[in-house]
């Protein structure tokens, strides 16, 4: 899974994404674990399956109805990009306490060299996915560890579709 190969199927999602009434706003790709992240907007699930599969073929693992934070303004500077992930259980994660705790990120993150861009959150499986801008995955990690404690469960490097 290549960053262009992702770049050839996106192009052909935008082309069939009205006729399922889904519409595709970002996606990053974790090319070495061959992993790719997008968000939609669409009406359920299945629409976005039904989208992906007319464009490529290449059908998701998992479709996760989610709940976006405020995306910050990206940084200048030469700084990988991460996704990292947080697994704290079904009924366990609510929009507010994540946006409690990403504030309390935002307010240690300097001391890193961290960016956080944005957050989105899963409330119903207990999942938070938080997209940075960092010099690594520790830098990261720390960031989250002096902010609240919250671990997550892997920190990924990933490359913004375009």
Known sequence: MTAAA????????????????????EYWVDEARGTVYCVSEAKDAASIVATHGEAHGLLPNRVLPVAGGE??????????????????????????????????????QSQFG??????????????VFCLSEAPNADAVRETHRHAHGLMPETVTTVVRGE
């Open 114 to 127: 961290v960016h956080f861009i944005n957050y989105w959150v899963d409330e119903a499986n207990g999942q």
């Open 6 to 25: 992702v770049a050839k199927a996106h192009q052909a999602d935008l082309a069939v994404q009205g006729k399922h009434d889904v519409r595709f706003l």
């Open 71 to 108: 995306p910050a303004p990206s940084s200048a500077t030469e700084a990988k990009l991460y996704l990292d992930v947080h697994t704290l259980g079904p009924g366990k994660v609510t929009a507010a306490a994540v946006a409690a705790a990403h504030e309390k990120d935002l307010a240690v």
